[in-house]
């Protein structure tokens, strides 16, 4: 469970996140959406203790994120933020096997090139794992700090807008694996999204951010009605249901002054 | 069952193979460097070589690792600590230890121990003016590049002014320290340099895999739980510690580590530490000795090697910039 008590982020005068108390749960898929600037890859970061909050508490299985041993938690909760240059020429093997470092401090066991392998093949990368990862385009690159992510096996794990430069193809594929990393290894993901019907079909809860506050939570069906996307994104969205799931049409917007 | 378990098949192996390869140049280096050319004498000229071939090679290795690490935190390839102006605050400190006490003062204290408090107060200072560049508040390479540039011009101006204004005799006794250059080593700090480098790099040797993970980034060496703060701040003071020990010996020496990095970056398939660190160092060594070997044997100059360890690295600086390796 990841408590966020009252957390708040300002620079100077501007606050960017004021005041958010928040419970996710353990367990399944989180997506936090919202329109730019409303907060929630600071949030994310914050939770990920990538940056430091102004005050607050955020609470991850009761360990205060800022206060714990940096390597404790990295065995618990897993980050992986959207721009991840690296200026070491890397192998994709080289960069799942960091997901290690936490369990093993660099000296990979036997055990520890398991976990390579298993997440390797979780991504489908097995083929790809002795490339350099200049070599590969950005969605396979994409994957592979995924991999690492999987390969750090820990409870938690926070994505911050994984989808950002995928085609719809690797997007669906990225949002399967959430499903799966989910459904059959039992992690709580913690997403950042932008796309309201990929949260809207993948995940268990949406948190809606809008102004560096929290103004809507729930399941998928109570956030995704036409009133709900009003307050959040401040357009008109059709709201249709396909499939089961409840999509949203918004790409035709009256004309306004 | 994965049949390869290390980290990337092969690369390790090969790695470990260049620096053997390395070592045997190195140690045909520094054979060269003592024996050729000797008419005579053999022991007196023997031992004076040996001073200095030990001078090069604590020189080549604190260069080299101080690059390596600086490069390593900054996330960069193309900043050094020279570039960033940490010699050239040594500098200032020297000189302003000249200033408040002047020369005779100070040849009244042990010239080991005025070497010691000086490196200590440069390692204090280097940690407090260049940790804000280092802990995630600058995020342009440029303005770190500016920064450093900036800086060290200040700490340059600063000692030239004190300079000005001290006694000519004194200004002589600072002129012969910093014009040290890898002919005319200072001698007299060869053991405390000796110790203070084998310290720093049992420190670096213990600390590699976590280098290696902070070679990822900020952002990613915190996510996998490497200590990120006190972690860089421990790399910085090694760093300062270094460099105050290698302009010590042989003063300001800008673009050397530059060229040695790149070349063990270049000629190591691995961004593993275990591997990269050693091979700078020897690279260095090679360079050091095996340049002032040629350049003193072979085609008798006195004092080039500096220059011509300068110019190339200065080109390669510039070819790097140009070719936007910066990122």
Redesign the interface.
């Known amino acids: 469970m990841i408590e966020i008590r009252d957390v708040r982020k300002s620079y100077g005068d501007a606050t960017v996140v004021q005041g958010v108390n928040l419970t996710l749960p353990r367990g399944g898929v989180t997506a936090i959406i919202g329109p730019n600037g409303a907060g929630k890859s600071t949030l994310l970061t914050m939770i990920g203790r990538l940056l430091p909050m102004t005050s607050g508490q955020i609470l991850v299985d009761g360990m205060d994120v800022t206060h714990a041993a940096s390597n404790a938690l990295a065995r618990r909760l897993s980050i992986l933020r959207q721009d991840n240059h690296i200026a070491a020429r890397l192998t994709v093997r080289d960069l799942v096997a960091f997901g290690r470092y936490p369990h093993s401090h660099g000296r990979l066991t036997r055990e520890d090139g398991v976990h390579v392998a298993r997440a390797l093949e979780f991504l489908g990368l097995t083929h790809l794992a002795n490339r350099f990862l200049d070599e590969l385009s950005g969605g396979q690159r994409q994957r592979a700090h995924v991999a690492m992510v999987v390969c750090q096996d820990t409870d938690y794990i926070l994505l911050d807008e994984p989808l950002n430069n995928l085609d719809m193809k690797h997007a669906v594929g990225m949002m399967q694996l959430m499903r799966r990393m989910a459904d059959d290894l039992g992690k709580t993901i913690v997403v950042v999204l932008h796309d309201i019907n990929f949260a809207s079909c993948y995940a268990d809860h949406i948190v809606a951010m809008r102004d560096g506050r929290v103004i809507r939570k729930g399941a998928p069906a109570a956030i995704m009605t036409a009133d709900a996307m009003r307050a959040i994104y401040d357009i008109d969205m059709h709201i249709e249901e396909i499939g089961g799931d409840r999509i949203g049409v918004f790409y035709r917007q009256p004309a306004r002054d | ?2 049949a ?6 092969g ?1 390790g192996r090969s790695g470990g193979l260049i620096l053997l390869a390395l070592l045997v140049i190195a140690l045909f280096a520094c054979t060269a460097f003592m024996t050729v050319g000797v008419t005579g004498g053999w022991a007196f000229v023997l031992q004076l070589r040996a001073v200095k071939l030990a001078a090069l090679l604590l020189v080549g290795c604190a260069i080299a690792l101080a690059t390596v690490l600086f ?1 390593t935190v900054s ?3 193309i900043l050094t600590p020279s570039i960033m102006g940490f010699d050239a605050l040594y500098i200032l400190i020297q000189t302003s230890a000249v200033f408040a006490i002047g020369a005779s003062g100070l040849n009244l204290v042990d010239k080991r121990l005025l070497f010691l408090g000086q490196a200590a107060l440069m390692t204090a200072f280097a940690a407090l003016l260049y940790r804000w560049l280092f802990t995630g508040a600058v995020r342009s390479l440029h303005l770190l590049l500016l920064a450093g540039v900036v800086l060290g011009m200040l700490f340059r101006s600063v000692s030239n002014i004190l300079q000005r204004m001290i006694d000519p005799n004194e200004f002589v006794v600072l002129q012969d320290r910093f014009f040290a250059s890898f002919n005319t080593v200072d001698t007299t700090l060869l053991g405390i340099a000796a110790v203070i480098i084998a310290l720093a790099a049992i420190a670096i040797w213990r600390m ?3 280098l ?2 902070l ?6 060496a ?7 703060k006190r972690t860089t701040m421990t790399v910085l003071l090694l760093v300062a510690a270094l460099t105050s020990t290698s302009t010590a010996l042989v003063g300001p020496v800008a673009f050397f580590g530059l060229l040695v990095a790149n070349m063990a ?1 270049a000629l190591i ?3 593993r530490h275990a591997l990269t660190l050693p091979a700078a160092a020897l690279i260095a060594v090679i360079c050091l000795v095996g340049g002032q070997t040629v350049l003193e044997r072979v085609f008798a100059f006195n004092t080039a090697l500096a220059i011509i360890v300068e110019f190339l690295g200065g080109i390669v600086f510039l070819f790097m910039l140009v070719r936007g390796a910066v ?1």
């Open positions: 069952m994965p390869d378990l290390t980290a990337s098949p690369s490069q996330g960069n390839r590699r895999a976590t290696d993970v070679g990822l980034g900020r952002d990613a915190i996510a996998l739980g490497v200590p990120y970056y398939p691995s961004h990122r």
